[in-house]
């Protein structure tokens, strides 16, 4: 299937350091969008980033697109013990028709930052 | 609460028993989708109805799973004669009519329906 996949798997940082996530993905896109889910919950929208778009700022969130490389990174600046969750990346697949339509999700960078 | 609603929020239930799911999304939403996510995966689609009509459907939805949205409000997912390879996190997803032009999906989810089969 065409996922996007995080690296690393899992990250553990002190509170006050930066965490940076990074996503490839497989094909060309529209847009490329970062979730956060904390334990057994639904996940929340972070910040969307289009395909004409190579940064884009969010509060202590910083994303980068390199569609040429078909990667993305997601830096969290300063992180907080609340920022502890996994991170996913998604993206559609507008060459198989599915704009607007379904998201495909890579398996999540686990995010723990320690007191 | 105006966020999208799932119930029942943990479901458990025999192997061969079947199971039905309830999504409310926002309101102003006239595009749900359903996911699944099992441990240490991200979710995966498994269907999109804008408004009543379902407009598309991933092959994990095999026969043993149907989805509707009637009035194009709320959404049930069925899951007929469960196995315990069912056994996930059921997540669902709405997002609003996209403004002229846009070609991007900003999609809310749910809390999710984790369902147990023994």
């Known amino acids: 299937s065409q996922q996007g996949e995080e690296d690393p798997q899992a990250l553990s940082i002190q509170e006050g350091e930066n965490a940076t996530m990074n996503c490839s993905y497989k094909?060309?896109?529209?847009?490329l969008q970062w979730y956060r889910q904390n334990s057994g919950r639904g996940l929340v929208h972070l910040i969307l980033i289009r395909s004409n778009e190579r940064e884009k700022h969010s509060g202590r969130l910083r994303v980068t697109l390199d569609t040429s490389k078909k990667s993305s990174s997601l830096l969290i600046t300063a992180s907080r013990a609340a920022d502890t969750a996994s991170y996913f990346c998604?993206?559609?697949?507008?060459?198989?028709?599915?704009?607007?339509?379904?998201?495909?999700f890579g398996r999540g960078t686990q995010l723990t930052v320690w007191p | 609460d105006t966020g999208v609603s799932q119930d029942p929020r943990h479901k458990i239930t025999k192997r061969g028993q079947n199971v039905t799911f309830r999504c409310d999304p926002i309101s102003e939403h006239n595009r749900l989708y359903w996911y699944r996510q099992t441990l240490g995966q991200g979710p995966e689609f498994l269907t999109y109805f804008q408004n009543e009509a379902q407009l598309e459907k991933s092959r994990l939805l095999s026969d043993r799973f149907s989805a509707e949205r009637p009035k194009g409000s709320f959404s049930t997912l069925e899951i007929q004669r469960t196995e315990q390879g069912d056994s996930a996190m059921y997540l669902c997803?709405?997002?609003?009519?996209?403004?002229?032009?846009?070609?991007?999906?900003?999609?809310?989810f749910g809390p999710g329906t984790r369902l147990t089969v023994l």
């Open positions: 998604a993206t559609d697949a507008p060459d198989r028709g599915s704009t607007l339509g379904r998201l495909y």
């Open positions: 997803a709405s997002s609003p009519p996209p403004g002229q032009g846009q070609t991007y999906n900003e999609q809310f």
């Open positions: 094909t060309s896109i529209n847009n």
